[in-house]
């Protein structure tokens, strides 16, 4: 573990001592590659702003409501689609159209339906969260295996025994095995919808560094964005390891 | 490994019992969708401690007519008669079936759980139960991490932790090597005799089918299957698996049972009816 752990580390140093080099003897145009030291001025510059971290909030909240809603309301009409016939004839067609579109596409409608504000951004989380979440339910409930069922049926457990002891595990791995997606998405939706359209957070101070021409800003802002996520992937992680403990170990 | 032989015997409770059977099926016919039935008219009844096999083709019916019995396959006709409650029938599976999401503990304690016990107390009542089989130590393991021959030991316990007072068992130990396969054998018959248990056995083995069992069934070739023959088993109790070979009645016995298997599998005329 430590060997390679190093190795990329090295790799990664010596990447940027040669973008530092290559923007300094003029070879790579700083207005469209802005070396590391700049990007790590323009990082410091941001937190050094304390207006910075309602942005940060802004889309942190965004991203998290997104996410627990999205997670919330695909495991609900997920379940409901997988017991009640009625509702996966009506809901099914739906979904997969959602599926097979890039969902972000519908951030203006949301920015419409929603206003620029907090809203719109969770609407387009919780809409990409939520189709990912319902197919891993409908996968989770399918995928359960009828002999376990029969076994706790025998041992005497009755329907919401074979709800709580089989279902909801077989849906719950499902649905851990998509929660790193799940949280790249939240933050997708909420990125994107803050692009669209908004007056705060990490999406709107992109949208603003670009019509600047701010290079420098965007990178830093890309590069907060993709360690923010980092973060929580690793955290999902560590959730999906400890409640499917039984697989992994 | 053979702490199950020491448990008191309540023998004495069987023979008074014996008049109203456990069970008993009248005209059962069984089938899957439109096909035509897959058994038809089966008749059988277990008594309180009585182990009865159940052996016949593959493919005849003979587990549809155990799931039957425990409600897992409804009926196309016939009567299922039962002075048990359901937790009081105990059914090891074919295929194991344990939850992967649970450990060996909490699988053993499930039907506990499940008929009120509390969290606690069922647990510790699992962990005699693991000790017994000689699984004392692994109860905090996922059955994944668990060998063949160890699941199906767990979900042995399982099943005893009920004290069912009937048994039915689908070819449990099929998968696993001969000797473990006797060894297991042999502790659950000394179980079964100890406690009085009554079984349904279903197997395919017709040596282990007459060493452990009081009458044998033998279900014909589907579909339409019927019961082709009843034979009683002669040999006293307690037996010893490789024992019971010895005695005089056996030789004879699996002779028959051979004849008309192998005139049932062929299928060519009836074979003789009761022994
Ligand atoms: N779910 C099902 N749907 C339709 N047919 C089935 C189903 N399960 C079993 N059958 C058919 O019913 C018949 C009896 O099956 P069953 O499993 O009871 O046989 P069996 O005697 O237990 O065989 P084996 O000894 O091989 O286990 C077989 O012909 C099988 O093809
Ligand atoms: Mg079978």
């Not at chain 1, 060997?3 to 300094?24: N, S, T």
């Not at chain 1, 990409?128 to 706790?152: Q, S, T, Y």
Request: net charge positive; glycine share 10%.
């Amino acid at each position: 573990m430590r060997g390679p752990a190093l190795r990329r580390l090295l790799a990664g140093f010596l990447l940027m001592a040669l973008w530092e080099v290559a923007v300094a003897r003029g070879w790579l145009d700083p207005f469209y590659l802005p070396p590391p030291s700049r990007i790590a001025v323009t990082l410091g510059e941001l937190f050094a702003r304390p207006v910075f971290y309602e942005h940060l909030l802004a889309t942190f909240t965004a991203a998290i409501a997104g996410l627990g809603l999205g997670l919330l309301i695909g495991a609900v009409l997920g379940l409901l689609a997988a017991l009640v016939r009625p509702v996966a004839e009506l809901l099914e067609p739906v979904m997969v159209l959602l599926n097979a579109i890039p969902r972000v596409i519908l951030a203006p409608l949301f920015v419409i339906w929603f206003g620029i504000g907090l809203g719109s951004k969770v609407a387009l989380a919780v809409v990409l969260v939520a189709v990912l979440v319902f197919f891993a339910v409908h996968a989770g409930v399918r995928d359960v295996d009828p002999r376990l069922v029969e076994r706790v049926v025998t041992l005497g457990g009755g329907r919401w025994a074979v709800v709580r002891e089989v279902y909801l595990p077989s849906v719950t791995a499902w649905v851990m095995g998509n929660l790193r997606v799940a949280v790249g998405f939240a933050f997708t939706g909420a990125v994107v919808g803050e692009f669209v359209a908004s007056s705060r957070g990490l999406g709107y101070l992109l949208s603003f560094a670009q019509s600047t021409y701010n290079a420098a800003q965007v990178v830093a802002l890309v590069l907060l964005v993709a360690a923010v996520v980092l973060l929580l992937f690793a955290l999902a992680g560590a959730l999906e390891r400890r409640l499917l403990r039984w697989r992994h170990g | 490994m053979t702490a199950l032989a020491t448990v008191p015997a309540p023998m004495s409770t069987a023979p008074a019992a014996a008049a109203t059977p456990l069970v008993r099926v009248a005209g059962l016919t069984l089938g899957y969708g439109a096909a035509p039935p897959v058994v038809e008219a089966v008749d059988l009844s277990v008594a309180a401690g009585e182990l009865v096999s159940l052996v016949g083709p593959s493919g005849s019916g003979k587990s549809t007519i155990l799931r039957a019995l425990v409600g897992l396959h409804p009926p196309r006709a016939g009567t299922i008669a039962c002075t048990l409650a359901g937790c009081e029938i105990g059914f090891l599976f074919q295929e194991d079936a344990l939850l992967p999401w649970r450990t060996v503990r909490q699988n053993v304690a499930l039907g506990l759980r499940l008929a009120g016990r509390s969290r606690a107390a069922a647990e510790a009542e699992a962990e005699v139960w693991l000790e017994r089989l000689g699984l004392g130590g692994l109860g905090e393991r996922w059955p994944r991490q668990l060998s063949g021959g160890q699941r199906k030991r767990v979900a042995l316990a399982q099943v005893m932790a009920l004290r069912p007072r009937l048994l039915l068992m689908d070819e449990p130990f099929a998968a696993l090597d001969a000797i473990l396969r006797r060894q297991i054998t042999q502790e659950l018959l000394d179980w079964v005799e100890g406690e009085g248990i009554a079984v349904l056995l279903v197997t395919h083995d017709l040596e282990e089918a007459i060493a452990l069992s009081d009458r044998i069934l033998l279900l014909g070739r589907g579909p339409r299957a019927r019961i082709r023959g009843t034979y009683e088993v002669p040999i006293p109790r307690p037996r010893d698996l490789v024992a019971v070979h010895a005695h005089p009645a056996f030789a004879p016995l699996l002779q028959r049972l051979w004849t008309d298997l192998a005139a049932e599998v062929a299928g060519s005329g009836l074979p003789r009816a009761a022994a």
